[in-house]
């Protein structure tokens, strides 16, 4: 089983930084795509940033400017650097990434972290 462990959320003041960490543990062949999606209470979860395999990110306006995706795959992680942070960026932030079990499988899987809490308040 793949399972994604996340870490790195807590309580910051308006203008603050964290930096969320997601790796991957189990047996998988590789990983393709990493993202993060924060999920506001009462609201839908929403890519905040992706990164593919060769580097390249893609960053919601939202966040563009102050938040950066980074990976080291050779640790199998992904890094949320967040800086200037907002209250409006309370969320959890749960990791995603596609992951090829075998090496013969057709298709990636989709698999979630558990979600970290952010908080941004004074």
């Known amino acids: 089983q793949v399972q994604l462990v996340e870490s790195g959320g807590g309580l910051v003041q308006p203008g603050g930084s964290l930096r969320l960490s997601c790796a991957a543990f189990?047996?998988?062949?590789?990983?393709?795509?990493m993202a993060w999606y924060p999920q506001a209470p009462g609201k839908q979860r929403e890519l905040a940033a992706i990164i593919t395999t060769r580097g390249s990110t893609n960053h919601a306006d939202s966040v563009k400017g102050r938040f950066a995706i980074s990976r080291d795959n050779a640790k199998n992680t992904v890094y949320l650097h967040m800086n200037s942070l907002r209250p409006e960026d309370t969320a959890v932030y749960y990791c995603n990434a596609q992951i090829k079990k075998y090496l013969n499988s057709s298709f990636d899987d989709t698999y979630w972290g558990q979600g970290t809490q952010v908080t941004v308040s004074s």
């Open positions: 189990g047996t998988f062949s590789s990983i393709r795509d």
